[in-house]
């Protein structure tokens, strides 16, 4: 959605928002082997997908701004691009990072209402996309989330 002079990044979101619900769809009624299990042909697992674009979000958006991200570091070093999964996810993680997907969006939408997003750090994505500003940086996540959900739809097929 492109945005007019008048318009706030707020109104991105709720496509985000409606990835996270498909995504929480996609992990429903799995089995906890079938989210931490790696398919034959691919480097990383569904648990891994969904927590990264949790991680990518508040990278994106809050660290790029100067601002501290409103997950917990040990989520970011585990999710962050450049990672892999390295150990099996608990049932309670899983449960935490459905919550934290619906969570992040909420608080990020309060914080853009108030303002909090004054300053961006400029970031050449590995996409090819240079990010500029924060309204640049959520519609390129929206992207990136919608992305690793069709990778995760592939996962899925896999198991």
């Known amino acids: 959605m492109l945005l007019t002079k008048n ?7 709720s496509t985000t928002r409606q990835t996270r ?5 996609l992990l429903s009624g799995l089995s906890l082997e079938a ?4 398919p034959e042909g691919f480097n990383n697992n569904l ?10 979000q508040q990278l994106l958006t809050y660290s790029l701004s100067g601002l501290e991200p409103q997950i917990n570091e040990d989520i970011l070093a585990t999710f962050r691009k450049g990672t892999k999964p390295e150990k099996v996810h608990t049932t309670a993680e899983l449960e935490g990072l459905k919550r934290l997907a619906l969570t992040t969006l909420e608080q990020l939408e309060a914080d853009l209402s108030a303002g909090l997003f004054k ?3 400029s970031y050449p994505t590995s996409y090819g996309v240079e990010l500029t500003n924060i309204e640049e940086a959520i519609a390129f996540n929206g992207l990136h989330e919608a992305l690793h959900l069709g990778y995760a739809m592939a996962l899925k097929r896999a198991l």
């Open 7 to 13: 318009e706030t990044p707020i109104m991105n979101l």
């Open 21 to 25: 619900s498909n995504f929480i769809r």
């Open 35 to 38: 989210v931490n299990h790696i």
């Open 119 to 121: 300053t961006f750090e």
């Open 47 to 56: 648990i891994w997908n969904f927590g990264h674009i949790i991680a990518t």
